[in-house]
Each structure stands twice: as C-alpha cells, then as structure tokens.
C-alpha cells in the first residue's frame, strides 16, 4: 500500500510540474513585438514627421479601436509591444501632408508571439498634372479624344482611365493627382484627321506640371 500511495504522489506531482510547465510557456508568449520603418519612396528616406495609429480590429463585429499613435522621428522607425488577445486583425494607419496615405491590415494569424515581427511600409509625394488642350482655330464640328496613357491609378483622387470626347472646345483644363517624379501620359487625336500622339511629363513633387496640347 505505501509503495501505490507512493506512485500515486509522485504521478501527482509529475502532472502538476507539466502543468505548470504549460502555464508558464504560456505566460511567456502572452504579447507580440511589431517593428518597421515607415519611408519615403520618392526621395528615398524615412517619413519624417509622419503620424502613424495602430488599431486592433475585434472579432465579429469589426470594430476598429485605436491603440496607439505615434509621430516618426528622423529614422522613421516604430515599434509596438501589445498583448495576445482575441483579435481579428491589426491597422497601420500613416498619414502626412502631401504624401499619400499608408492603409495597411495586419491579419492576427501571421503574428509570431515572443519574436519581433517586421513590417515595413513607404509611401510616395503627390503631385498633379493639369491636363491643358487649346483649340487654336475652333469649329462647331471639331472631335477632341484623348485617355489616360499612364499615371497613378486606384486612389481616391485619381483621375480615371475614362476615354474622354471634346466637341467644338476651344479651351479644356483638367488637374490629375500622380506620384510625384513618374510619368504621367495621355494619348490623344483629333478625330477625322491625321493628328494623333502620345504626350507625356513628369510630375514634380508637391506641385502642378502642365500638360499642354495645341490642335
């Protein structure tokens, strides 16, 4: 009987020693590390002064609820450490003066706990295109076409890639926003002649490039 008793004892504490294993390797991996640097793709250095907010996004109902908010400093590096909980998803949001928005969602699955995990984001200058097309000898029955050729696209303030007819205009003007330092065309004729090309500028930053046409 003392030797089953014994057993007994030493089956209970080899159970409890695994559980406690259990527990403490849990509490070990009981929050994540989220690290990046946020840059500036157009000149190739961090987003200096850029406003970033971390939100976690809740199971079910979606609901979006800001943890944190950080102002980058000169490297534009970020770091967050937050618990493991319940979540959906995470939010990256970045936003600064006359560059275009970050959005960006962090899926709760592909998070390692006790490890840093790395994201790293960039975002571009704007800057605009004006569309200019002057008609230097107007008639009612002139047919102006021209399409976006090239271009940002797919923001909320972009021009579309819409064909776009002109009858009878003496004078067309129309501002585009576009990355700032690429190329921004159209192609464009004049309907019921020979005249047709492919006109193109690069965009400056933070500023308006013309475009100008003469038919």
């Given at each position: ?29 009981a ?22 907010k ?44 006359l ?52 271009g ?17 205009t ?6 585009c ?39």
């Amino acid at each position: 009987m003392k030797h089953s008793t014994l057993l007994k004892f030493i089956g209970i504490i080899l159970v409890m020693s695994a559980l406690t294993s259990i527990t403490s390797c849990k509490r070990g991996v009981a929050s994540f590390t989220l690290r990046g640097t946020i840059s500036d793709e157009t000149f190739s250095t961090p987003l200096t002064g850029a406003t970033l907010k971390f939100y976690k996004v809740l199971i079910a109902t979606g609901e979006e609820i800001l943890v944190d908010t950080k102002v980058l400093g000169a490297d534009g590096k970020y770091e967050f450490t937050f618990p493991r909980e319940k979540i959906e998803k995470y939010i990256i949001r970045v936003s600064k003066p006359l560059y275009f928005d970050i959005d960006q969602e962090i899926q709760f699955s592909s998070l390692v706990p006790s490890a840093v995990n790395t994201r790293n984001y960039s975002s571009k200058a704007k800057s605009w295109v004006e569309l200019r097309f002057v008609n230097t000898s107007v008639q009612s029955s002139d047919h102006f076409r021209y399409i976006k050729f090239s271009g940002k696209e797919n923001c909320s303030e972009c021009c579309t890639a819409d064909q776009v007819d002109l009858y009878g205009t003496a004078y067309y003007s129309r501002t585009c926003i576009n990355d700032a330092l690429t190329p921004y065309s159209i192609y464009y004729q004049v309907i019921g002649t020979t005249t047709q090309n492919v006109v193109e500028v690069i965009t400056q930053p933070f500023d308006t490039t013309l475009l100008l046409v003469n038919y």
